[in-house]
């Protein structure tokens, strides 16, 4: 499987974007699909994750209630809807697959928040 992430860029305080990770194979839906962060001078930490069928999805608290997970198994894609950004959400945001870990990462992204 392979993964490419895109949609990063610089919003400002507040704003929103919507992160996209398009994955090569035939078996997308099989793999439970999430995507990470890893802000400057941090370690890699978990964000949310999907199931194939989109009937379960877990968030790290701290976006729970901002962060929307979604997944189109038609297109191969996942999608993290980022809402009321902070300067803390500055991050390289990364998507991965697996089955039962994952092992598989795309490039990441940069998503940058200005105050």
């Known amino acids: 499987v392979q993964l490419q992430a895109s949609g990063g860029g610089l919003v400002q305080a507040g704003g929103s974007l919507r992160l996209s990770c398009a994955a090569s194979?035939?078996?997308?839906?099989?793999?439970?699909m999430a995507w990470f962060r890893q802000a400057p001078g941090k370690e890699r930490e978990f964000v949310a994750r999907?199931?194939?069928?989109?009937?379960?999805?877990v968030y790290t608290d701290a976006v729970t209630g901002r962060f929307i997970i979604s997944r189109d198994n038609a297109k191969n894609t996942v999608y993290l809807q980022m809402n009321s950004l902070t300067p803390e959400d500055t991050a390289v945001y990364y998507c991965?697959?697996?089955?039962?870990?994952?092992?598989?990462w795309g490039q990441g992204t940069l998503v940058t928040v200005s105050s």
């Open positions: 194979g035939r078996t997308f839906s099989s793999y439970v």
């Open positions: 999907i199931t194939g069928s989109s009937a379960t999805t």
């Open positions: 991965a697959a697996g089955l039962n870990s994952f092992n598989y």
